[in-house]
């Protein structure tokens, strides 16, 4: 009888493992240039496309992005929408209690503020901008003296200090310096860099153990082989930080 | 689209804007446009539906079937539509994966819900894992008009129950004294006579629905509103071919534009169908038509 359970359950774990070779991934779909719509051909693109690909085909899976507001990314992969979230998602002990990360595949990244002009006030009384559940809207609550000012996409973030609304936007830098470059002046970095976070990883469903390991041994040979540096490297610039 | 197209950052003026307004992007944009009138001429009917079988329920004779009809009028007229949006869409997509899951996944030992994660086998998955993206999106669609119907439905069985009750009681007493069964009464007396006191109620119910239809992003459907957020958004120089501001101002100035045309073209149609609906009605206005015919 254990005999018989036991080959049932192995059954079952190799028909789930067998399936699992075609996977979804969730992503927002508006964070230049992690994961963006293609402006002209409508498709979803960025480092997190090109990565989950090359990722999926050394794990030999087969998989597919599908697109998912940011707001309700972690309650979808939970209810089995789509079984993993390449979205800019930090490592953070507080997302871990629900879910699980890959390894990480950025470095821990800088989170930066960007306002109006380089003498914008930051700190006491200040009016700083941030995404709905980032780690950078984590960060500015907890600072003392800032009002933190939530919106729901991270365009409307810029948007905020543009028409006065924030004195600030604080927000990943990657994500910030090619806006503040194309602003022509009116937007300007702050040299005020925080390091948040355990760099940004795979979002996964804790009981996807197997999941895990398949895309936790992709990461590391892209990390070893160099690939993945020279992928953040096109996408982030020379300057972004590397393994 | 066009041939010049190919490098855009050359264009300027006028050749600029038809290369940006010819984008695959701003293609999904207008045709996002007829998904939204699509859910508009598939839901209407199926709320109304809804909403008549819930009024006929609600007056029912069979207690059960009564308290049916009512429960479900007050418990969806009582929820938030948000909350009915987010909770009720992933609560209808668990339940069919849940009850395939039953009939179809050979491994049953294993609970679904478990710390915070809902499993089920991949056979019971919908759409299945490998669907065509057609697939996917004609399932998030029929969940989509699915909810809608319910939510609405609610709405029209309050506003058709009203309706049933306001038909003079002479009418039907009349037909009764003809010998109609209470069937026939209804049939034949009640629900012709009923639609000119439902109509506004219902005139009310559809122009809320053109308004709601951007809960379709909620549901995972690229809607209007969704595009021109996604469109009108900045977009950097060193990603995009065609960079530009903030544009949202202009995106959703054409959605006002879209929303004010189809809900005047709704009044316009909806008044033509109350003038119609009048004629021979005990009523004012049938009144008023039948001595303005007569005079003539």
Excluded at chain 1, 218 to 240: C, H, R, T, V
Excluded at chain 2, 213 to 235: M, Q
Excluded at chain 2, 255 to 281: C, D, H, K, N, P
């Amino acid at each position: 009888m254990k005999k018989l359970l036991l080959a049932t359950a192995f059954a079952a774990i190799a028909g789930v493992a067998s399936a699992q070779d075609a996977i979804k991934i969730g992503t927002e779909g508006a964070y230049e240039p992690y994961n963006y719509i293609d402006q002209a051909t409508g498709k979803l693109v960025g480092f997190e496309i090109e990565l989950g690909g090359e990722l999926c085909k050394r794990a030999n899976l087969t998989c597919e992005f599908v697109q998912n507001d940011w707001d309700s990314i972690i309650p979808n992969l939970q209810s089995g929408n789509y079984d993993a979230i390449m979205a800019g998602m930090s490592i953070t002990d507080e997302r871990k209690k629900v879910i699980t990360f890959s390894d990480n595949y950025t470095p821990p990244s800088k989170s930066s503020y960007m306002a109006a002009s380089a003498d914008a006030n930051t700190g006491e009384g200040a009016v700083i901008s941030a995404q709905t559940g980032t780690i950078q809207a984590g960060y500015i609550a907890e600072q003392a003296g800032n009002t933190l000012l939530e919106f729901a996409t991270p365009d409307e973030t810029v948007a905020a200090v543009k028409n006065g609304e924030a004195d600030a936007v604080f927000a990943d830098k990657d994500y910030l310096v090619p806006i503040a470059g194309d602003s022509g002046g009116a937007l300007v970095m702050l040299d005020k860099d925080v390091a948040l976070g355990g760099g940004i990883g795979i979002g996964l469903r804790q009981s996807d153990t197997e999941l895990k390991a398949k895309f936790d041994g992709a990461i590391q040979a892209m990390k070893a082989d160099g690939s993945l540096n020279a992928l953040i490297e096109k996408y982030f610039g020379p300057e972004s930080e590397k393994f | 689209m066009f041939e010049y197209c190919s490098d855009p950052r050359s264009l300027e003026g006028l050749q600029w804007l038809s290369c940006y307004l010819t984008t695959a992007t701003h293609f999904s944009f207008y045709w996002s446009f007829l998904t939204v009138l699509t859910l508009l001429a598939v839901t209407a009917p199926l709320a109304l539906a809804f909403g008549f079988a819930g009024a006929s329920a609600a007056r029912s004779h069979v207690l059960p079937v009564s308290w049916l009809g009512r429960a479900y009028i007050a418990a969806v007229r009582g929820i938030p539509d948000i909350v009915f949006f987010l909770f009720f869409v992933i609560a209808l997509d668990q339940g069919i994966e849940w009850f395939r899951h039953l009939f179809v996944c050979e491994d049953l030992s294993q609970p679904v819900w478990n710390n915070g994660e809902f499993r089920v086998c991949p056979a019971a998955k919908v759409p299945a894992n490998d669907a065509s993206p057609f697939m996917v999106s004609a399932y998030s669609f029929t969940l989509a008009v699915t909810t809608f119907a319910i939510v609405f439905g609610a709405f029209a069985a309050n506003v058709l129950y009203g309706a049933m009750t306001a038909v003079p009681r002479a009418q039907l007493e009349t037909a009764e004294a003809y010998g109609m069964s209470h069937r026939q009464v209804f049939r034949r007396v009640l629900v012709p006579q009923m639609w000119i006191y439902a109509l506004p109620g219902l005139s009310n119910l559809w122009l809320i629905l053109i308004k709601a239809t951007p809960l379709l992003f909620l549901l995972g459907i690229k809607d209007a509103v969704y595009w021109a957020r996604e469109l009108g958004s900045a977009k950097t120089s060193g990603n995009n071919p065609y960079p530009h501001g903030d544009w949202r101002l202009f995106y959703f100035l054409a959605l006002l534009v879209f929303y004010l045309v189809s809900t005047r073209v709704s009044e316009i149609l909806l008044a033509r169908l109350t003038r119609r609906l009048s004629r021979g009605q005990a009523t004012r206005a049938g009144e008023d038509m039948r001595k303005g015919g007569a005079a003539t």
